[in-house]
């Protein structure tokens, strides 16, 4: 698909990460067309939480 920079396939939790410049809407109907897709609220990454309590212990 034309926007996708990336995407990553997590086969054990039956889901796909889909990141680049396209709206959540052109994924789900392009995703749709071949099976059943529901779109899901992203969540703040573990990494980033790791790298604010790294941060926050130097001070």
Do not use: C, H
């Amino acid at each position: 698909m034309e926007g996708v920079t990336s995407f990553e396939v997590d086969l054990e939790n039956k889901k796909v990460v889909v990141m680049g410049d396209i709206t959540p809407l052109e994924v789900l109907e392009s995703v749709s067309k071949v099976k059943f897709a529901e779109l899901w609220v992203a969540r703040e990454s573990s990494k980033s939480a790791l790298f604010d309590e790294g941060t926050n212990a130097q001070t």
